[in-house]
């Protein structure tokens, strides 16, 4: 049977996300082609505006509607920058109100609001939380916002979400590696993924007080920082292509062509050969919820028997990978790789294992959590 979600409740949500929020300041930014156009809110008038109509409807006018006095908060403004065109890119500094003014996001909101919410086209996470830290503010972001995630992701019981991720936390920290065999065009191929028994983090949905951060909703996954790589694994680009990555030393070396556009592979070795560390292994991830798919990796990377990694940025996580490292500004960002069945479906996983303390068990199968891990979820919390 279908899981059911109660209907989305932004009250619920933000009590849960940031208890508590009373006397807090809130803001909400989002990301435009054209960042004039928040002006008079004109960005409503043009489809390709989706998520950020999203966030002025659900968001903006809900909180300007009695949401914000309801939950004892002040603010409620929403501003605007210029879309970075890459996933969790450094934002731009300038932004502008509502009214079309242009104002300093490093002077003009990251000092001035307690909670900053960021509903845009491209990832925000790593560079806010770099800000988060650096200023003192807690948020979320909730890129690719859609109404499958509004009626799912964003409706639960983050109390919730929190233990059954912390289940799967439990299961699966302090490994040694992570074994991930592939099944492609004929191919077998493994990617053997070195944690180095470090702990395990979870993206759980809570930000509580005291602790600058910003939380990924909707959330709900496993983590790790893998400190190497070695072995091969497939990757779908964006346009459908199949491409072989050959990894070692923690990184993509190189990638060679399955199926499609030679021109797209060449495209990615040239990347690789110009910027090396755009090929790092900096996540690996495993989806803890039970959701429905919503066609946008922020909530399909977080539904159970899925596994992403990740390449490029890191520092967000706990990793090393920073900006200034990488050869080119427009390379440092990081890249989720998600394999699903509805995602990949030239691509199955038929096994992943971890190998801990001598001890190898397998945690998923074919997209499926085994019975390890469906124990440790059916354990009291």
């Known amino acids: ?183 492609v065009e004929g191919r077998s191929v493994t990617l053997r993924l070195l944690c180095g ?18 939380a990924n909703l909707p959330a709900g996954e496993v983590y790790f920082v893998p400190v190497g790589a070695e072995g091969q694994f497939p990757m779908r680009y964006e346009d459908g292509t199949l491409g072989m990555m050959e990894v070692s030393e923690g990184r993509i070396q190189k990638a060679q062509l399955l199926r499609g556009n030679q021109g797209v592979i060449d495209a990615h070795n040239a990347k690789l050969a110009d910027d090396p560390v755009t090929g790092e292994l900096g996540e690996l991830g495993f989806g803890t919820q039970e959701l429905p798919v919503s066609g946008r990796d922020i909530q399909d990377e977080k539904i159970r028997g899925t596994i992403h990694v990740a390449t490029g940025r890191s520092d967000h996580l706990g990793g090393s990978l920073t900006p200034d490292k990488f050869a080119k500004k427009l390379n440092a960002t990081h890249d989720d790789i998600l394999f699903a069945p509805f995602k990949t479906p030239e691509i199955n996983i038929p096994q992943v294992r971890m190998i801990r303390d001598g001890k190898t068990t397998v945690v998923l199968e074919n997209y499926q959590t085994t019975a390890y891990l469906n124990d440790a979820l059916a354990e009291p919390s």
């Not at 279908?2 to 006397?23: A, Y």
């Not at 028994?197 to 910003?214: F, W």
């Open 197 to 214: 028994q470090q702990e395990a983090q979870k993206s759980h949905g809570l930000c509580p007080p005291d602790q600058p951060d910003v």
């Open 1 to 183: 049977m279908e899981k059911q979600f109660p209907p989305f409740d932004l009250k619920r949500l933000m009590t849960t996300v940031f208890e508590p929020v009373e006397g807090k300041r809130l803001c909400i930014l989002i990301d435009l082609e054209d960042p004039k156009r928040i002006k008079d809110f004109a960005f409503l008038k043009d489809p390709a505006c989706s998520i950020q109509r999203h966030g002025h409807e659900s968001f903006y006018q809900a909180f300007q509607n009695g949401a914000l006095a309801e939950l004892g908060m002040t603010g409620g403004e929403m501003f605007a920058y210029l879309a970075t065109g890459g996933s969790n890119l450094d934002l731009p500094d300038e932004a502008f109100d509502a009214n079309g003014n242009a104002i300093s996001l490093a002077q003009d909101v990251y000092p001035k609001y307690d909670i900053i919410l960021c509903i845009s086209t491209f990832s925000a996470t790593a560079p806010l939380t770099a800000c988060a830290k650096q200023f003192g503010f807690r948020g979320a972001t909730l890129h690719g916002l859609n109404e499958i995630i509004l009626s799912s992701g964003l409706a639960v019981d983050y109390h919730e979400v929190s233990k059954e991720a912390e289940k799967i936390r439990g299961a699966l920290t302090r490994a040694d590696e992570f074994q991930i065999d592939y099944q």
